[in-house]
T-cell receptor, first 115, second 116 residues
Framework: AQKVTQAQTEISVVEKEDVTLDCVYE???????LFWYKQPPSGELVFLIR??????QNEISGRYSWNFQKSTSSFNFTITASQVVDSAVYFC????????????FGDGTTLTVKP | DTEVTQTPKHLVMGMTNKKSLKCEQH?????MYWYKQKAKKPPELMFV???????INESVPSRFSPECPNSSLLNLHLHALQPEDSALYLC???????????????FGPGTRLTVL
């Protein structure tokens, strides 16, 4: 069975601070996908980043960066210079390569960025 | 067109009503999903259609009946629901190809369902 753990339930920061959201996963599959999604109060889940299990290259995209470490089964997400509009629930998800891409979501981390 | 649309946005229904939720995408995606999301919880997978065939049913009660009329449309028929079925119902689609770079799910805005 697959499992995704987001240990941080809620995080509160002041605007312009950097914030890292943690994600740890468990799977027996050797090939899998990892995703981060953002869910603002409006309700729609917005795709942010994908990573596959054989690509540990970390990236920076604007204010977002990701740290994928297969050895520790972690896929952390960092927002640099946070803004009020970043306030949302962030979900980490693990997806099977087969089985219609079935995804397992973590419980989510609620990020509040205060002005 | 790079979005998933869902109608209606809000739905209030009684326990004896029959209603349907609709989801549409025109991205050529061949996998479509229904999720149920309760407040402060992650989305829970209900059904997956792959190439218009039901491939996953996560032991969902029969009062929820999915339908995939064609590759762009996904419906969820509702009948005799219970108050505990009140939730946000999300539809998603995925390319379902071999290229891993395009295998994220794109979500619609959801239908907020209230069962009285």
């Amino acid at each position: 069975a697959q499992k995704v753990t987001q240990a941080q339930t809620e995080i509160s920061v002041v605007e312009k601070e950097d914030v890292t959201l943690d994600c740890v996963y468990e799977t027996r599959d050797t090939t899998y996908y990892l995703f981060w999604y953002k869910q603002p109060p409006s309700g729609e889940l917005v795709f942010l980043i994908r990573r596959n299990s054989f690509d540990e290259q970390n990236e920076i995209s604007g204010r977002y960066s990701w740290n994928f470490q297969k050895s520790t089964s972690s896929f952390n997400f960092t927002i640099t210079a946070s803004q009020v509009v970043d306030s949302a629930v962030y979900f980490c998800a693990l997806s099977e390569v087969t089985n219609a891409g079935k995804s397992t979501f973590g419980d989510g981390t609620t990020l509040t960025v205060k002005p | 067109d790079t979005e998933v649309t869902q109608t209606p946005k809000h739905l209030v229904m009684g326990m004896t009503n029959k209603k349907s939720l609709k989801c549409e995408q025109h991205m050529g995606h061949r996998a479509m999903y229904w999720y149920k999301q309760k407040a402060k919880k992650p989305p829970e997978l209900m059904f997956v259609y792959s190439y218009e065939k039901l491939s996953i049913n996560e032991s969902v009660p029969s009062r929820f009946s999915p339908e995939c009329p064609n590759s762009s449309l996904l419906n969820l028929h509702l009948h005799a629901l219970q108050p505990e079925d009140s939730a946000l119902y999300l539809c998603a689609s995925r390319k379902a190809g071999r290229e891993w770079r395009e295998n994220e799910q794109f979500f619609g805005p959801g239908t907020r369902l209230t069962v009285l």
